[in-house]
């Protein structure tokens, strides 16, 4: 199957999944699950989430391989860069990437997009390859739309 059409069902599964589902963990869970099962090439797959006693701080959230960092400071590395900036960040060589963040050394490229909840910055998706230039413009589309659909209706953390 090419990769649109086994995005476009893995996002229709995960917003089946997820509907009527108040806790925003509970669809983050979800769609990293998911979506790591979906794609061979997605070495590790989760969120970091806005630390709501320090605004300015991610910390780890959800997600589906080897052991994550624990927090990321905005503006440090490529999630810190997404939160900050709000813009995707898509890095073909993340050694290349000012103060970028290893937590596995396997990990060579990496894509990062904002989830907004109501307005303002919730989360990042974070997906690592451990293959070079592994994400494309189709990757970001479709992760795109995903995070501006996850939390519709979520109503608690
Ligand atoms: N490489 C990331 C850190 C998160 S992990 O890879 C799971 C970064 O620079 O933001």
Known sequence: MDKVKKYDEVIKQIIAVVDGEPSATARYASAACLLSGAFEYFF?????????????????????????????????????????????????????????????????????????HEGSLAAVLDVDSTEYASFDSVDEEKLEYLCSVLLKGATQS
Do not use: M
């Open 44 to 116: 590790w797959t989760g969120f970091y989430v806005v630390d709501p006693l320090k605004p300015s701080e991610l910390v780890v959230g959800p997600y589906q391989g080897t052991l994550g960092c624990l927090r990321i400071p905005f503006g440090r590395g490529v999630c810190g860069a997404a939160a900050q900036s709000l813009e995707v960040q898509r890095v073909d060589d993340v050694h290349a990437f000012p103060g970028h963040i290893a937590c596995d050394s396997r990990s060579n490229s990496e894509i990062v997009v904002p989830v907004l």
